[in-house]
Each structure stands twice: as C-alpha cells, then as structure tokens.
T-cell receptor, first 112, second 111 residues
Framework: DQQVKQNSPSLSVQEGRISILNCDYT??????FLWYKKYPAEGPTFLIS?????DKNEDGRFTVFLNKSAKHLSLHIVPSQPGDSAVYFC???????????FGKGTKLSVIP | KAGVTQTPRYLIKTRGQQVTLSCSPI?????VSWYQQTPGQGLQFLFE???????NKGNFPGRFSGRQFSNSRSEMNVSTLELGDSALYLC??????????FGPGTRLTVL
C-alpha cells in the first residue's frame, strides 16, 4: 500500500514558466513533508519542507503548498530553469520518527 | 562541513554472496538511515540508527542488517544476495527529525 503517491511520472515545462509537481498521501499521521531533488548518480538533495501546522512555505523560487483536508501537497517552481531538470521526490514523516516515506518521483524536464 | 560519504560507490556480486556497505555521516549527526532505491519500488526505508541503537526498521527480510558505531559511522550488510537486491543503496544522516542529508549511494549489482 503506497502511502505517498506521485501520480505523474514525468512533466515537461518551458524555461521561465511555472512547474507544478503534485503529491498525495493517505496516512493522516504524517505531520511533516519534504521535497527532494535527485540527479542521476547522486543522492537526493533536500529542497524544501513544510509542517502540517502550515499551508504554505516559500524558499526563493520554490513554494510548497499543503492541503491537509485533501491530503495533497504541491511544489511550485517559478520560474523554471533548465538546471531544475531532475527527478523530484515527495516524502513524509510521522511525529517522533526519522523514517521518511517517499513517493516514486516525478521526472521534470525544463525545455530551454 | 563534509557531506555524507558512502563506500564503495559501485559493487558487483554474485547470488549467494554477502556484502557490506559503509556510511560516514555528517559530523555531529547521530541519526543514520538507510534506503534502497529500485526502479520498480522507488525509495524504500531499510532502517534507522541513533547512538548505536536501531530505532526503526522497514519491511525487509532479515538478510538485511545494519549497525552503528560509537563515532556514528554505520554499515549495512546483506547476506545471501538475490538478483532482486540489485539497487542503489542510500545512506542519510540527520541531527534532528525532518531534513535528512543523503550520500551519493552505493550501486550494487547482483549477477
């Protein structure tokens, strides 16, 4: 049973436009959510996170939105740049645990 | 600060053998977690160690084991390797709950 789902395996976006990556979760115990970016042959790199007590968190070009009632979060990248092309993973964790539960990732391609 | 390091980066083994992978966390990080990444299953949690104690374990068979040393360095061991164990094994360290810092991974190929 997949508790964190990223339903879009891939996404293509023109450079300068907005990229929106989506993530759904089923476990209502999750209280902290993270987005990671991964290039081939490298480990995932932390991008941004959000606690369940917030509905939005911003860091430069990256904004994460959390809709608890819908059990849905999204990552917005504005403006998208070719260097953003990578696989993006959504992850979640339960209070008191260091275990991250990951989605299967969305491959973002930003076209120059 | 140096990042998380993992050795070796690549490994080829045959079925039935065993393998040990090593991870050095970021200095000051006492929690080390291990994940397996495969194309079909994505990133799956193996186990987490904190101050030499395993605090959490994922849904993997007993062939997968690990340990942590007093300097927070960690090793994971897979015995009786199967073809399905071919994967990228990632180690992550953290000093608090939330953000984890990942190493580059060890690519294990089982023939």
């Amino acid at each position: 049973d997949q508790q964190v789902k990223q339903n879009s395996p891939s996404l293509s976006v023109q450079e300068g436009r907005i990229s929106i990556l989506n993530c759904d979760y089923t476990n209502s115990m999750f209280d902290y959510f993270l987005w990671y970016k991964k290039y081939p042959a490298e480990g995932p790199t932390f991008l941004i996170s959000i606690s369940s007590i917030k509905d939005k968190n911003e860091d430069g070009r990256f904004t994460v939105f959390l809709n608890k009632s819908a059990k849905h979060l999204s990552l917005h990248i504005v403006p998208s740049q070719p260097g953003d092309s990578a696989v993006y993973f959504c992850a979640a964790t339960v209070f008191g645990s260091y275990q991250l539960t990951f989605g299967k990732g969305t491959k973002l391609s930003v076209i120059p | 600060k140096a990042g998380v390091t993992q050795t070796p980066r690549y490994l080829i083994k045959t079925r039935g053998q065993q393998v040990t992978l090593s991870c050095s966390p970021i200095s000051g990080h006492r929690s080390v977690s291990w994940y397996q990444q495969t194309p079909g299953q994505g990133l799956q949690f193996l186990f987490e160690y904190f101050s030499e104690t395993q605090r959490n374990k994922g849904n993997f068979p007993g062939r997968f084991s690990g340990r942590q040393f007093s300097n927070s360095r960690s090793e994971m061991n897979v015995s009786t390797l199967e073809l399905g164990d071919s994967a990228l094994y990632l180690c992550a360290s953290s000093w608090m709950r939330g953000e984890q810092f990942f190493g580059p991974g060890t690519r294990l190929t089982v023939l």
